[in-house]
């Protein structure tokens, strides 16, 4: 990570990003250790600060090791360099995991009584929250009314996993894994903070690639690794929504804050669940790269190649039913107002053909990219266009798949508020 600073004569220069990474007393403290990792492995210069309970958990030794830098609690260390108000100016993003319900409730009411929440009431940059508590602490009415207030002062307070806490408990307040938070950190830094504009939304999206068995061994499939659907459902998850993945074959992929998947393998599968929920969708999503071929018959065991009767040789496919333009003959019969886009992954003269898909499958908006040479497909960034129906195009620009999906909701939201004006 890296900022750009004017030097000398109006040449740009790369810096690295200062990353403040603040830590509170809790048992997920143990996690800003991979945090830090995330953040140096993509060269951004990283300070932790921890409060004092934070340490009872992991020790300024391991910090300092970690990130390379002095590792300080209180307002009083290093005071000639008045640590309390330049640690907070001379950050370009502030992450806070995990945060406490006791840190959230300090922060909202404007204290800096050490370190940590100093330099958060100093800086000017970006700062996400990532919390971390039992679920009584997290739902208690004092402890929502705090993260709505950070979110008010334009932090950006994330939503918390449902999972495995403390001992036994099992729920929401679980500490998102760190790869998720500093993804998430990353996007709001390059795209502005997450606001919950997508609350009372229900998002349905399908991710990934489709298989068509041949046999109980072999199958036809795709390099769809499913990254670019759960981004986007990442990111719509964090903006309020509630969000279904119907996910394929896909990479291994942490599950985004309180969405629900559907597990698929086949074509006809994700079919069946897309039309399933598709009812009570608000927006649709379909990410998906299915197979448009299945073999006309498949085998109860493995086929041998060679043998007298090699069925390999030669393999009749058939089609598979077209998913996206059957939700949107299901949604116009009903005439309900559901948001439909689809996705076109092309090779060649992508506009062309990705305008002439939108047409053919009568979709509100298509994103369009080219994965010529082996671009996209499993690889962490994207880019493209958002064609319209009303005939507009929206260049996507480069950057990680969660970036592009901040880009495709945000095109999808405008395109809600000229429907609701017209």
């Given at each position: 990570?890296?900022?750009?600073?004017?030097?000398?004569?109006g040449?740009?220069?790369?810096?690295?990003?200062?990353?403040?990474i603040?830590?509170?007393?809790?048992?997920?403290?143990?996690k800003?250790?991979?945090?830090?990792?995330?953040?140096?492995?993509?060269?951004?210069?990283?300070?932790?600060?921890?409060t004092?309970?934070?340490?009872?958990?992991?020790?300024?030794?391991?910090?300092?090791?970690?990130?390379?830098?002095?590792?300080?609690?209180?307002?009083?260390?290093?005071?000639?360099?008045?640590q309390?108000?330049?640690?907070?100016?001379?950050?370009?993003?502030?992450?806070?995991?995990?945060?406490?319900?006791?840190?959230?409730?300090?922060?909202?009411?404007?204290?800096?009584?050490?370190?940590?929440?100093?330099?958060?009431?100093?800086?000017?940059?970006?700062?996400?929250?990532?919390?971390?508590m039992?679920?009584?602490?997290?739902?208690?009415?004092?402890?929502?009314?705090?993260?709505?207030?950070?979110?008010?002062?334009?932090?950006?307070?994330?939503?918390?996993?449902?999972g495995?806490?403390?001992?036994?408990?099992?729920?929401?307040?679980?500490?998102?894994?760190?790869?998720?938070?500093?993804e998430?950190?990353?996007?709001?830094?390059?795209?502005g903070?997450?606001?919950?504009?997508?609350?009372?939304?229900?998002?349905?999206?399908?991710?990934?690639?489709?298989?068509?068995?041949?046999?109980?061994v072999?199958?036809?499939?795709?390099?769809?690794?499913?990254?670019?659907?759960?981004?986007?459902?990442?990111v719509?998850?964090?903006?309020?929504?509630?969000?279904?993945?119907?996910?394929?074959?896909?990479?291994?992929?942490?599950?985004?804050?309180?969405?629900?998947?559907?597990?698929?393998?086949?074509?006809?599968?994700m079919?069946?669940?897309?039309?399933?929920?598709?009812?009570?969708?608000?927006?649709?999503?379909?990410?998906?790269?299915?197979?448009?071929?299945?073999?006309?018959?498949?085998?109860?065991?493995?086929?041998k190649?060679?043998?007298?009767?090699?069925?390999?040789?030669?393999?009749?496919?058939?089609?598979?039913?077209?998913?996206?333009?059957?939700?949107?003959?299901?949604r116009?019969?009903?005439?309900?107002?559901?948001?439909?886009?689809?996705?076109?992954?092309?090779?060649?003269?992508?506009?062309?053909y990705?305008?002439?898909k939108?047409?053919?499958?009568?979709?509100d908006?298509?994103?369009?990219?080219?994965?010529?040479?082996?671009?996209?497909?499993?690889?962490?960034?994207?880019?493209?266009?958002?064609?319209?129906?009303?005939?507009?195009?929206?260049?996507?620009?480069?950057?990680?798949?969660?970036?592009?999906a901040?880009?495709?909701?945000?095109?999808?939201?405008?395109?809600?508020?000229?429907?609701?004006?017209?």
């Open positions: 990570m890296s900022q750009t600073n004017e030097v000398g004569d040449v740009a220069a790369q810096r690295p990003m200062n990353v403040v603040g830590v509170a007393g809790g048992i997920a403290a143990y800003a250790c991979h945090l830090v990792r995330e953040f140096t492995e993509s060269g951004a210069n990283v300070r932790l600060v921890p004092e309970n934070a340490l009872e958990f992991v020790g300024a030794a391991t910090f300092e090791a970690l990130s390379g830098n002095p590792v300080d609690t209180g307002v009083f260390t290093r005071v000639d360099e008045v309390h108000v330049r640690v907070g100016q001379e950050a370009d993003l502030i992450v806070v995991a995990p945060a406490t319900a006791d840190l959230m409730a300090r922060i909202a009411a404007g204290r800096a009584d050490d370190l940590l929440t100093s330099t958060i009431l100093v800086a000017m940059c970006p700062v996400v929250i990532a919390p971390a039992h679920t009584e602490m997290w739902l208690k009415p004092a402890t929502q009314m705090n993260v709505d207030t950070l979110r008010t002062f334009g932090y950006t307070v994330l939503d918390p996993a449902h495995r806490l403390t001992g036994k408990d099992t729920g929401p307040g679980r500490m998102l894994e760190p790869a998720q938070i500093a998430l950190a990353r996007t709001v830094a390059a795209t903070r997450i606001t919950r504009s997508l609350a009372g939304k229900r998002v349905l999206i399908s991710a990934g690639g489709t298989q068509e068995n041949i046999d109980p072999r199958y036809i499939g795709n390099r769809s690794s499913g990254k670019q659907g759960f981004a986007l459902a990442e719509a998850a964090q903006r309020g929504a509630e969000v279904t993945i119907v996910a394929g074959n896909t990479a291994e992929l942490n599950t985004p804050a309180g969405a629900e998947i559907v597990r698929v393998r086949s074509t006809r599968e079919e069946a669940a897309m039309q399933e929920r598709a009812d009570d969708a608000d927006l649709i999503i379909m990410t998906a790269a299915v197979a448009d071929y299945r073999p006309e018959h498949e085998a109860d065991s493995k086929l190649k060679g043998s007298a009767d090699d069925a390999l040789s030669t393999i009749r496919l058939v089609e598979n039913p077209d998913i996206l333009k059957g939700l949107v003959d299901k116009n019969a009903s005439g309900a107002d559901t948001v439909i886009v689809g996705f076109a992954a092309e090779t060649d003269n992508p506009l062309e990705g305008r002439a939108l047409e053919r499958k009568g979709a908006l298509l994103m369009v990219n080219s994965v010529a040479g082996g671009k996209v497909f499993g690889e962490e960034r994207n880019s493209g266009w958002i064609l319209g129906a009303d005939g507009s195009e929206t260049p996507v620009q480069d950057g990680s798949k969660q970036v592009v901040v880009q495709i909701l945000d095109a999808v939201e405008r395109y809600w508020d000229s429907t609701l004006q017209s």
